[in-house]
């Protein structure tokens, strides 16, 4: 297991946006956003699929 920090995180999608391109950097997002993390504020593991439109803030 990788350590849960936001460094190693960046550097794995990193690597993922390099090896596989486009569809590497969507996996490396949907890891973050799927996969629990311990120090994580938000309860991640009682809603496994969030909307989309609640992550991305309105404009108007």
Request: proline letters at 15%.
């Amino acid at each position: 297991m990788y350590p849960c920090s936001r460094i190693s995180l960046s550097v794995v999608i990193y690597l993922n946006y390099l090896l596989f391109g486009i569809w590497g950097l969507g996996v490396g997002v949907w890891v973050l956003v799927f996969v629990p993390i311990p120090h994580f504020p938000l309860p991640l593991t009682q809603s496994p699929i969030p909307s989309p439109q609640s992550l991305i803030p309105h404009s108007h």
